[in-house]
């Protein structure tokens, strides 16, 4: 069997770009057990993802007041950072 080797091309790469994101895990402990909220939702294709809620900031936010924002647009809950 014999192969032929394809002539090497550049490999074109996107630009990097620096992205900065803020969000946090949501903790209840009721009676001794703790609660999580996570998110689910689909990928592209189609299989479902279980993640974190956490999104960027927004005009003159704090990184502390993006994650309680995020956190309560994608899950409903209202919370306070604890510890960063």
């Not at 192969?3 to 090497?8: A, D, E, G, V, Y």
């Not at 790469?13 to 895990?25: D, K, Q």
């Not at 001794?32 to 005009?59: D, F, M, S, T, Y």
């Amino acid at each position: 069997m014999t192969f032929t080797q394809r002539p090497s091309r550049p490999i074109r790469r996107l630009p990097a770009v620096l992205e900065t994101s803020a969000g946090g895990i949501v903790i209840d402990v009721q009676e001794g057990q703790a609660q999580v909220a996570v998110i689910a939702r689909r990928n592209r294709a189609g299989r479902i993802e279980w993640c974190l809620p956490k999104g960027h900031q927004e005009n003159d936010e704090t990184l502390i007041e993006t994650a309680e924002r995020e956190v309560e647009e994608e899950t409903g809950i209202q919370g306070r950072v604890l510890t960063t």
